[in-house]
């Protein structure tokens, strides 16, 4: 990221995070640790369920132990240099540990928005297509769709960090949050920005605006579908099949997008620090909790698992 033009480039950024809360500090570090401690428990212990019950080796559990594993890598990008900082007079971060941190982070968001959308056509064939569901959602499509998502995620943010190495930092080095935000790169970068402002358009196009319409499709004929039950019981039992992932989808993407374009500009104020905390460290820890608080299956071998080993 740095080229070395001259001795006025940067080697390492300055993270602010939380240090104009003084009084809050230790209140923070404190909700921070327990909600970072409580999404790494939740999501392994999903993953151990689901990995131990044969009951649960479906298309579905699938995609969910795997959206765990991702919230898991996902959180922990973030979450324990921000937790690091709270007892740093000044939290600095490197030049190249701020790429690495963007990188992997990039890779986690853009695989999880894929894997969503690879869930919700699981819940399109479930609903749409019941008598072809096996057949349609084999055991070789669904490895190569969470393939496909990984390979994807890493695809886009190959492409976002090689255009960020084009960028030059010769100062100011203060960022204005608990992380590597693009945005704020961007605003500290004394060199052109409109390279990687095209590349970020386009990943955006490619991962929001695709998986988004992909989702919206897959549901509208979901709702088609169910409205044809003559049942009101089956539409309601068919409806509860793809509850927790429409809740999921919906934080995602609306927190993602108000974040996002809150920081379009490149300020960070507090309030938009504390959105960040909510799309990279709340929702994580949500979504384990929303795929289990109604699904009985899950319930069923927590229950099962929590005699036999006497964990989780």
């Known amino acids: 990221m740095v080229r070395g033009r001259n001795a006025t480039d940067i080697t390492q950024f300055i993270l602010l995070g939380f240090s104009d809360l003084p009084r809050l500090l230790t209140v923070l570090f404190i909700v921070f640790l327990l909600i970072y401690i409580t ?15 044969s009951h649960l080796h479906t298309p579905m559990y699938f995609f969910l132990s795997n959206l765990s594993f991702i919230d898991m890598c996902y959180v922990t990008t973030t979450a324990p240099k921000m937790l690091s900082g709270f007892f740093e007079e000044q939290s600095t971060i490197t030049v190249m540990g701020c790429a690495v941190q963007n990188f992997v982070f990039s890779v986690m968001g853009l695989s999880e928005s894929c ?3 690879a869930m919700a056509y699981d819940r399109y064939a ?26 994807a995620g890493i695809s886009g943010s190959v492409s976002q960090l090689c255009a960020m190495f084009q960028l030059h930092f010769c100062g100011p080095n203060i960022i204005n949050h608990f992380f590597c935000d693009i945005p704020q790169l961007l605003l500290l970068s004394c060199t052109d920005t409109f390279f990687i402002q095209l590349i970020l358009a386009i990943l955006t196009m490619i991962f929001g605006v695709t998986n988004v319409s992909l989702i919206v499709i897959s549901y509208i004929n979901i709702v088609l ?6 049942s009101a019981k089956g539409r309601v039992k068919a409806f509860n099949t793809c509850a927790s992932h429409l809740t999921a989808v919906t934080l995602f993407y609306t927190s993602g997008i108000f974040v996002y374009l809150s920081s379009s500009t490149g300020s960070s104020s507090t309030l938009d620090r504390f959105a960040s905390v909510f799309y990279t460290v709340l929702i994580p ?7 289990s608080l109604r699904n009985r299956q899950i319930k069923d071998a927590f229950k099962k698992l929590s005699k036999k080993r006497g964990y989780c």
């Open 39 to 53: 999404t790494l428990t939740w999501n392994l212990c999903l993953i151990i369920i689901i990995r131990m019950d």
């Open 115 to 117: 894997v969503m959308t």
């Open 126 to 151: 479930a609903i749409c297509n019941p008598l072809l569901y096996s057949s349609i959602m084999s055991p070789t499509l669904c490895g190569w769709m969470v393939l496909g998502s990984y390979m």
């Open 225 to 230: 579908s169910i409205l044809k039950i003559s």
């Open 285 to 291: 820890m949500l979504n384990p909790l929303i795929y």
